[in-house]
């Protein structure tokens, strides 16, 4: 179980809604999000209903205003809790349909350019635990949630290109 709580205003004020699991469309409970609370698990949430748009992973902890999250804008419309897993595993491939270079990661790595001399990643297989995939290196810029299972191509975790700078294992639980 996780438990986080939303709040229309900076500073955990005003009108809050808290939640214990995944949520697809969070309109109805909040207009905006200026403030976040995460009391318990790893969350990933999305700017749009149905866990479309920009991305951000919080991990428990308080985040005052939305720009301690990295946020662009008060928007969070669905929110998705990240199982815990025991072990990570991720198969990285340099082109569409795990064709090419094919490199196996079990731990963060802060700069895939840097590590494994690929400009680009076009497929992957999360094979377990979930990852959160950055398109720059050291864990910054967009951020994309990988759950296990299959990503034939870049646009199946909703990237817009196959740019792949870091990943990172999500193991902050409960």
Known sequence: MGKIT??????FQGRHYECSSDHSNLQ?????????????????????PNYQGNQYLL??????????????????????LIPHAGS??????EREEYRGQMVEITEDCPSVQDRFHLSEIDSLNVLEGSWVLY?????????????????RRHLDWGAVNARVGSLRRVMDFY
Not at 6 to 11: I, S, V
Request: with cysteine.
């Open 28 to 48: 109805t409970y909040f207009s905006r999000c200026n403030s976040i609370r995460v009391d318990s698990g790893s969350w990933m949430l999305y700017e749009q």
């Open 88 to 93: 990570h595993r991720i198969r990285l491939y």
């Open 59 to 80: 991990r428990r902890g308080e985040y005052p205003d939305y720009q301690q999250w990295m946020g662009l804008s008060d928007s969070i419309r669905s929110c998705r």
């Open 6 to 11: 939303f709040y229309e205003d900076r500073g």
């Open 135 to 151: 398109e720059l290196p050291n864990y910054r810029g967009p951020q994309y949630l990988l759950r296990p299972g299959e990503y």
